[in-house]
Nanobody, 127 residues
Framework: QVQLVESGGGLVQAGGSLRLSCAAS????????MGWFRQAPGKEREVVAV????????YYADSVKGRFAISRDNAKNTVYLQMNSLTPEDTAVYSC????????????????????WGQGTQVTVSS
């Protein structure tokens, strides 16, 4: 049974930082590209950042570029999202997702391309 479990969310003041973690189990982690997505109330889910199987290729949404950093530790089956200079506009439920991609290097940005999802963690940024 595949499980993705996020942690690290919470309440932070504008300008602050948080580090999200997503621990995966029940899958061969190194065969999956991993993505972080977020969904704010009344808005559609959007991609935040994606990382390739090896960690050598990454994608960031324009809204977080230069502030967020995605990384992974394949030995620990964990993907991270370091979030700095947070603003109230970053308030959302953040979810990690796994995209089975054992041979390719393409980073998929569409949530429908992802095979497994975590339950999400709330990030709230106060002004």
């Amino acid at each position: 049974q595949v499980q993705l479990v996020e942690s690290g969310g919470g309440l932070v003041q504008a300008g602050g930082s948080l580090r999200l973690s997503c621990a995966a189990s029940g899958l061969t982690f190194s065969r999956y590209a991993m993505g972080w997505f977020r969904q704010a109330p009344g808005k559609e889910r959007e991609v935040v950042a994606v990382i390739s199987r090896s960690g050598g290729n990454t994608y960031y949404a324009d809204s977080v570029k230069g502030r967020f950093a995605i990384s992974r530790d394949n030995a620990k089956n964990t993907v991270y999202l370091q979030m700095n200079s947070l603003t109230p506009e970053d308030t959302a439920v953040y979810s990690c997702a796994a995209d089975y991609n054992p041979y390719g290097t393409t980073l998929n940005l569409n949530p429908s391309d992802y095979d497994y999802w975590g339950q999400g963690t709330q990030v709230t940024v106060s002004s």
